[in-house]
C-alpha cells in the first residue's frame, strides 16, 4: 500500500461546479498536509497549507483534514477553465522534511 | 512572484554529457532545499535533500555519485547529472523552504526539463 493515495481521474465538470479532490493515507504520524496545482511543464504551485486535523478556507479553495480517517480533502467552489490543472496532495511528517506527493487528480473544467 | 526560482527550464543534449541544474531561493534563505523527479503522468519523487554546507542526504536507489548535489550558500543548490544517458530524461524540480518556518511550507520552482538524446 502507498502512503499517500490519489485518484488520478481525469475529473471532467462544467463552469460553476463544486469540485471535491481527496487523498487517503497510511500512516498517522503526517502532521502538515498541502495542496499543489501543478500546471503543465510547470512546478507545483501552493494552494493551501494546513497543520494537523480542521479546516481553512481561501477565497473559492476549502481544505479539509481528518486525522481519525486518514482522509484530506480540497474543494473548489464555483471552478473556473483556469483550474484546469493537476491537483498534487502532499503531506510530511515534521516540519523541515520532505514530502510525500499522492499521484494528482487531473481536473479539467469546461466553459 | 516567484520564492523560488530554477534554471535551465528545459535541456536537450548529448548521451554522455553533463548538466547542471540550479536552484535559487529569491527573498528567503533555504537552509534545506529538496530536489525531485517527475516522469510523465507520475507523482514528484523526492531524489535527495541539500543542507546547506553539508553532504546531501540521497534516497533510496539514487545514485550521489550521478546526481552530485552542491548546496554551497543559503540561496544556491545545484544538482548536476553527470554522464546523463536518455534513461535520466525526466523533469526535475527543487523546493525550498525558510528555515523561520521550519521549512514549511515548502515552494517549488518551475522544474527543468531534462531530455537526453
Known sequence: ?111 | GAVVSQHPSWVICKSGTSVKIECRSLDFQATTMFWYRQFPKQSLMLMATSNEGSKATYEQGVEKDKFLINHASLTLSTLTVTSAHPEDSSFYICSAGTARNNNQPQHFGDGTRLSIL
Not at chain 1, 487517503?24 to 512546478?43: E, I
Not at chain 1, 507545483?44 to 482522509?71: C, I
Open chain 1, 1 to 111: 500500500q502507498k502512503e499517500v493515495e490519489q485518484d488520478p481521474g481525469p475529473l471532467s465538470v462544467p463552469e460553476g461546479a463544486i469540485v471535491s479532490l481527496n487523498c487517503t493515507y497510511s500512516n498517522s504520524a503526517f502532521q502538515y498536509f498541502m495542496w499543489y496545482r501543478q500546471y503543465s511543464r510547470k512546478g507545483p504551485e501552493l494552494l493551501m497549507y494546513t497543520y494537523s486535523s480542521g479546516n481553512k478556507e481561501d477565497g473559492r479553495f476549502t481544505a479539509q483534514v481528518d486525522k481519525s480517517s486518514k482522509y484530506i480533502s480540497l474543494f473548489i467552489r464555483d471552478s473556473q477553465p483556469s483550474d484546469s490543472a493537476t491537483y498534487l496532495c502532499a503531506m510530511s511528517y515534521q516540519a523541515g522534511t520532505a514530502l510525500i506527493f499522492g499521484k494528482g487528480t487531473t481536473l479539467s473544467v469546461s466553459s
